[in-house]
C-alpha cells in the first residue's frame, strides 16, 4: 500500500473518530415530571431518578429521622382533610439524600378538580400540577404552601394525564432537617 492510501484511510478513520470522542461523557437529561410515575410516600419514583436530587450528606441523624416521621404524620393528616375522591397523592422530603417527588395519574373525567398543596418542616414548599392532554400540554399549576400548611385551589382538568412535582431549592447539599411537603388532587 503505498502512503497516499494509507494516508487517506488515517484521515477518515480519524475524521470518524473524532466526532465519537468529543461526545463520550456527555449527557443532556431534560426531565419531563408529566411522564414520571406515581412514586410511593418518601420514596421518588425509580423511573425517574432525574427528578430526585442526592445529596452528599452522610447518614441521617436519628433525630431527624424522628423529626420527619412526624412531618410525615402531620402532613398526611392535613392533606387528608379534604374531602373528595383521590385523583393523585404524592408526598416527599424536601431535602436530603433523596429529595423531591413526581407522579402522574389518569383523569378519568374532564371536569373540576381540588389541588391541594402542603409542607411540614420548612418555611415554604413549591408544588407544579400539570395537565397532559391529547391534543395540548395545558401551562402547568404552581402552588406554594406556607409551613405548616395548605394551599388548595380548583382547577379544570380534562381527560389525559395530570402530573405533580416539588420545586426544590438550589444546591441539592442542603442538610436533612426532616421537612417534607406533599399534593393530593381530588374531584
Not at 122 to 142: C, D, G, K, N, Y
Request: proline fraction near 10%; charge should be negative; charged fraction near 15%.
Amino acid at each position: 500500500m503505498d502512503k497516499k492510501g494509507l494516508g487517506a484511510r488515517l484521515a477518515v478513520t480519524l475524521c470518524l473518530l473524532v466526532p465519537i470522542a468529543a461526545t463520550t461523557g456527555c449527557a443532556y437529561d431534560y426531565p419531563d415530571p408529566a411522564s414520571t410515575p406515581t412514586a410511593e410516600r418518601g420514596r421518588p419514583a425509580t423511573t425517574d431518578p432525574s427528578l430526585v436530587t442526592e445529596s452528599a450528606t452522610g447518614p441521617a441523624d436519628p433525630l431527624v429521622l424522628q423529626r420527619e416521621a412526624r412531618n410525615y404524620q402531620d402532613l398526611d393528616a392535613l392533606l387528608k382533610a379534604v374531602p373528595g375522591p383521590v385523583l393523585l397523592f404524592q408526598e416527599g422530603p424536601m431535602d436530603g439524600p433523596a429529595r423531591g417527588f413526581g407522579g402522574r395519574e389518569q383523569v378519568p373525567v374532564a371536569g373540576q378538580y381540588t389541588v391541594t398543596a402542603a409542607c411540614v418542616g420548612a418555611a415554604s414548599a413549591t408544588i407544579f400540577i400539570r395537565q397532559e392532554h391529547p391534543t395540548v400540554t395545558l401551562w402547568p399549576v404552581e402552588l406554594t404552601a406556607d409551613c405548616p400548611g395548605t394551599t388548595s385551589q380548583v382547577i379544570m382538568l380534562q381527560q389525559g394525564y395530570v402530573s405533580a412535582h416539588l420545586s426544590l431549592p438550589s444546591p441539592g447539599d442542603r442538610p436533612r432537617t426532616g421537612a417534607v411537603a406533599g399534593v393530593r388532587v381530588t374531584g
